[in-house]
């Protein structure tokens, strides 16, 4: 079996890297990051752009050398990606901060309002409801990071860190702030809005769930297969009919009913900037459903049913 | 933020690409800039003819507001020639500079009367003055393609006086502008209200002062490395993300 030589070369300078020989045919890209990372320390894999060409796209970890188009000794291109950190610690990281930081609020514990009213509760029972409610989504989302998502990126570049708890935990706060504050004002309806609005966010919460669990079943434990998304038995999940993202449809339901559930204008915003980003998001993937599947349903929207 | 799935594309800017615009667009754009110019020298002279006449900058602001709002807001235009792309410059370096300017216009000078004889309002005031005549000079003569060296050498050089000169203007008005602020409790929200809701204006005022610290740095700094490829011809290498 014949050999390859592969050099690396920085896709800027040009610099010659490093210089592997007697590589196998059939090692992946994945193997040759692991060996490049053998002779520079600081890089390791995961933080690794690998290319054929200085800018092009970067290659799949899976790809096969002998596949690739190049000669018995390749020529490879690096970039460093920067520092990279794990897409299962930033959800989490994200989603405890407002889980820990609203129940602070809650709870009233001081320095936040008035020290008459440390460690009081709200007389609104719309408030109590409204901490269950604003829990419950929180604990999902960590359960589904741990159990139920499959990433097809294990990492990130580090700085997404700062700037995701900055934007979660920063609203989490305004929220809480005044929802729970003493002078909270409770919806001008009373009860029946509170009703209509716990069935939406109940009903788009299970809805949500449906569709990460429809998606975690496209796609076979430790691959990274992509496959189009179809209706299951779940009821819930029909809305793949009408949408390619249904999960974002729904999540943008449940906020929906959490602001008239609250009648609170800071979270009114908080649901239109993550209405703004899921749907940037939407078109995104729907763009990529549509470039890799010729045979893609045509009636699906983005993220909302004929509009967008 | 955590984005969807990303096909590990790289998008390079191409800055060497030969960029060209519709007639339609150029003439637009050259009327523009004329047009604000003229704006921006209109003011000069009054201003002038104000401080010569009258001999102090007392009720000069009031004299000359309304044609500075016409001309400043009439500059929002230029975020949507970015966006639209007759422009190549980014939305968001524009959009900043332009909503810094609104903000100071019609949410400082227009709303808190009692600072508009403040002598940094004058300083601001005769800074962006200058800055813009020689900007929108610049884009005019560039548009034709007759663009005079000294203009150039202006547009790239004198923003390093004026730029820190015209924050430290507009700081000190809205510095000064504070304790009225306070007291009037103007443009704030109270709670209880139906939509449990708060704004203090006074400590938004706060928080936009402190937002120069990371703001003018990075609009400066643009400028600096403008500067470095116009004038010394720098080629930068694009930082990709």
Redo the contacts between chains.
């Keep these: 079996m014949k050999h390859y030589e592969v050099e690396i070369l920085d896709a800027k300078t040009k610099e010659k890297l490093c210089f592997l020989d007697k590589v196998e045919p059939t090692a992946t890209v994945g193997e040759i990051k692991g060996m490049f990372h053998k002779s520079h320390a600081q890089w390791y894999p995961a933080r690794q752009s690998i290319r054929l060409d200085p800018k092009g796209k970067s290659l799949k970890d899976e790809d096969i050398l002998q596949n690739l188009p190049v000669g018995t000794t390749a020529t490879l291109y690096f970039r460093d990606l920067g520092a990279q950190i794990s897409w299962v610690t930033v959800f989490l990281t994200e989603y405890a901060g407002p889980l820990l930081i609203y129940l602070m609020f809650y709870f009233r514990v001081p320095f936040i309002y008035s020290p008459k009213y440390d460690f009081t509760t709200s007389k609104h029972w719309v408030v109590h409801l409204a901490c269950m409610c604003h829990s419950f989504h929180y604990v999902k989302r960590l359960l589904e990071t741990l159990f139920v998502h499959r990433f097809s990126h294990g990492t990130m570049p580090l700085r997404n860190i700062f700037k995701n708890c900055a934007y979660y935990w920063g609203f989490a706060a305004w929220m809480a702030y005044y929802i729970n504050h003493p002078l909270y004002t409770p919806p001008a309806y009373g009860e029946e809005q509170i009703k209509v609005a716990l069935v939406i966010f109940l009903f788009c919460q299970i809805g949500n769930f449906s569709i990460h669990i429809a998606l975690r079943n496209l796609r076979p434990p430790g691959s990274k297969t992509r496959k189009i998304p179809y209706p299951t038995k779940n009821p819930f999940t029909w809305l793949f009919l009408l949408v390619s993202c249904p999960n974002y449809t729904y999540e943008v339901g449940s906020w929906v009913g959490f602001t008239v559930m609250t009648q609170c204008l800071p979270v009114a915003f908080f649901t239109l900037v993550g209405f703004i980003q899921m749907t940037i998001w939407a078109k995104g993937k729907h763009r990529s459903y549509l470039k890799e599947f010729r045979d893609y349903p045509p009636l699906r929207s983005p993220i909302l049913p004929f509009m967008l | 933020?955590?984005?969807?799935?990303?096909?590990?594309?790289?998008e390079?800017k191409d800055n060497h690409k030969k960029r060209t615009i519709s007639p339609f667009a150029l003439a637009w754009l050259t009327f523009y800039n004329i047009a604000m110019t003229a704006g921006w020298m209109v003011l000069a002279v009054a201003m002038i003819r104000f401080y010569f006449e009258k001999g102090t900058h007392k009720g000069l602001y009031k004299s000359i507001s309304k044609t500075l709002k016409f001309f400043q807001t009439f500059a929002v235009l230029e975020i949507l020639h970015c966006a639209v792309g007759i422009v190549h410059t980014s939305v968001i370096v524009t959009g900043v500079q332009v909503s810094s300017r609104i903000f100071m216009v019609w949410f400082v000078t227009n709303s808190i009367k009692q600072i508009q004889n403040e002598e940094s309002v004058l300083l601001f005031l005769v800074v962006w003055t200058v800055t813009e005549i020689t900007r929108y000079s610049f884009y005019t003569f560039n548009l034709l393609n007759h663009l005079p060296y000294f203009i150039k050498w202006a547009r790239y050089n004198l923003f390093i006086i004026l730029y820190p000169v015209g924050v430290a203007g507009e700081l000190m008005t809205i510095y000064a502008a504070l304790p009225i602020v306070q007291k009037s409790g103007m443009l704030s929200v109270r709670?209880?209200?139906?939509?449990?809701?708060?704004f203090d204006y006074y400590y938004f005022l706060i928080i936009v002062m402190i937002s120069y610290i990371p703001l003018f740095p990075q609009l400066f700094l643009h400028m600096l490395r403008q500067r470095r490829k116009v004038l010394h011809g720098e080629v930068f290498?694009e930082k990709d993300?």
């Design positions: 933020m955590a984005s969807g799935e990303d096909d590990g594309s790289v390079e709670l209880p209200n139906k939509y449990n809701v708060s290498v993300d």
